[in-house]
């Protein structure tokens, strides 16, 4: 039997076991192709290069017909996996929710009956939700695990899975391996029971109650926002609570505020990305608003752009970051709140949080990348990622939310706006108190997760010892375990006033490279600025011909 015939009936076995009718015809469709047609060959390799791996992001694939893509098959193994699990551990309770993306609604369904086929009580929350009220209804209900369909801010054409334990954090190794282990001993997919009752349960209107109670009530609400859901789920939640708490003057972008699993008007549905934000800068400035706040369709993430003199300024997720981890002091000041507890952040992001936490006397924690790490922190007040993900109630939420940070932003800038001053002023101040931070995130996307892994191993064969004139100080591998953390993928390159982080992203075909830059506080702060800035320049300039290389 040649590779090809080898190929072609691996896909038919897998046929065989689907359920799914349109599948199964996409693929018969291809596999009649692929008897003649060697690009067809091609695309039924891709489909079946292998199982879906189950990894601690659970599952992101593209959805498609074939074992290596998301599609009712491969979610009903995963389904069977994670109940399964539970039952090892004699867990009972799952809470099941999805975004809007093409295919979650039946995953999440498929996921319920499953679960409850094989002896769990599953709820299923409202179609479709955002992750936070999840993560949120996890919690207040205490229950055992959940699972949210989402692929978050990937393309268009992913879907995922994302698994939570009864922490209320995502779920970490070994968790993940022994899933994956009994995913693959799974029946085939049509032979997986989908015939168990759930409960529905709505739990969008109890989130926004819960955030709103936690909000201060006693700043002015004379704020005008700019908001975009960037064809996702967040806007009825977003607005709900805005509304409630009295914040009304919102403006919306339209063509963005319901959702769509194409995302027809932005060509990745990241508000990190450029010219996602573009919409809603117009909006912003047809209306004159305080501040702008985009969330990804998933809503566990939240991007915010002020006004300046020079134009409309998009806050980098460290310098959201930093905002917020003082706004989050500061609030409970003017609340007469005892300050108290932990911050954190992951190893990739900016110093400052650190700065401003130990300044308080609060303790802080680096920790891998990945928010199913930082919200295990214990006592966390306030937790962050630069890839603009925030934890400000990381009690009840222990996930990133970008419907309570986007809160704590528009109250933020309230509170700035009735001190005469704004978000910029109040960076340049802690700036000036704690030293200049400055980072900047460079990617490299390529064609599949093999090639980012073979480009992360040719840079640690050949690390250079130099990045453009700055002499490099120190190189860790995080594969050897660094700042008492497990061991991961990615090298830490150290010079005298800075650091940059390669490691490759955790969900996509991506290497990411985060650079940090920084000076002790100083009156000289213009020049101090400007010198670093030349210093990122210069430093993004090396890190491209090297990645290029």
């Not at 006004?307 to 609340?335: F, M």
């Not at 993900?389 to 986007?406: C, E, F, H, R, T």
């Not at 640690?460 to 700042?483: C, H, K, M, W, Y």
Request: charged share 20%.
């Amino acid at each position: 039997m040649t590779l090809d015939e080898q190929l072609i009936k691996t896909a038919q076995d897998w046929v065989a076991q689907d359920f799914d009718e349109a599948n199964i015809a996409e693929l018969t469709e291809l596999i009649t192709a692929a008897k003649s047609n060697p690009s067809a060959v091609a695309e039924l390799a891709t489909r079946f290069s292998g199982p879906l791996k189950f990894g601690t992001a659970g599952l992101r694939a593209k959805t498609g017909a074939g074992e290596s893509q998301m599609n009712r098959a491969s979610v009903a193994k995963a389904a069977f996996g994670v109940a399964t699990w539970m039952q090892s551990q004699q867990y009972r309770t799952l809470v099941v929710g999805n975004d809007a993306r093409t295919g979650s609604n039946a995953y999440a369904t498929d996921t319920c009956n499953i679960a409850a086929a094989l002896g769990l009580t599953v709820i299923r929350l409202e179609n479709p939700l955002p992750t936070p009220v999840l993560a949120y209804a996890l919690t207040k209900l205490k229950a055992d695990a959940a699972i949210m369909v989402t692929a978050s801010h990937n393309p268009a054409s992913d879907n995922g899975y994302k698994v939570y334990d009864k922490t209320g954090s995502q779920i970490i190794s070994p968790t993940d391996e022994e899933i994956a282990e009994l995913i693959s001993t799974a029946p085939k997919a049509n032979q997986i029971d989908r015939s168990g009752a759930y409960q529905d349960l709505t739990m969008i209107d109890e989130y926004v109650d819960f955030v709103a109670s936690k909000a201060l009530y006693d700043l002015s609400k004379d704020v005008k926002i700019a908001y975009t859901a960037l064809h996702g789920v967040g806007s009825v939640t977003f607005n709900k609570l805005m509304k409630k708490l009295g914040y009304l003057k919102i403006f919306e972008v339209d063509k963005q505020q319901l959702p769509a699993p194409n995302f027809p008007t932005v060509k990745f549905p990241n508000p990190e990305e450029d010219g996602a934000m573009e919409l809603v800068l117009e909006v912003a400035s047809a209306n004159q608003v305080d501040v702008v706040i985009a969330n990804d369709p998933d809503a566990d993430r939240t991007a915010v752009a002020v006004p300046t003199k020079s134009g409309w300024r998009v806050l980098t997720g460290d310098e959201l970051g930093t905002l917020l981890a003082w706004w989050c002091i500061k609030r409970r000041e003017l609340n007469g709140e005892a300050i108290a507890g932990a911050m954190a952040a992951s190893i990739v992001s900016g110093s400052m949080c650190k700065r401003i936490a130990e300044a308080h006397g609060l303790e802080f924690f680096y920790t891998l990348t990945g928010f199913k790490y930082v919200s295990r922190v214990p006592e966390l007040i306030f937790g962050y990622e630069e890839a603009i993900g925030y934890a400000v109630l990381p009690a009840q939420v222990k996930d990133k939310d970008g419907i309570s940070a986007a809160l704590f932003a528009v109250e933020l800038i309230s509170y700035l706006k009735s001190q005469n001053s704004s978000a910029v002023e109040q960076l340049e101040s802690l700036y000036s108190e704690f030293g200049t931070v400055l980072t900047k995130q460079i990617t490299l996307r390529l064609d599949s997760i093999e090639a980012v892994t073979n480009k992360l191993n040719g840079l640690v064969a050949n690390l250079p010892s130099r990045l453009g004139t700055i002499a490099l100080q120190q190189i860790e591998n995080f594969a050897d375990g660094i700042d008492s953390l497990p061991k991961s993928n990615g090298i830490k390159l150290n010079f005298n006033n800075g650091r940059v982080i390669i490691r490759p992203s955790g969900t996509e075909p991506k290497l990411k490279c985060y650079i940090e830059v920084f000076g002790p506080p100083t009156k000289q702060l213009a020049t101090q600025q400007g010198e670093l800035q030349d210093l990122l320049v210069e430093l993004t300039a090396s890190l491209t011909e090297l990645f290029a290389t």
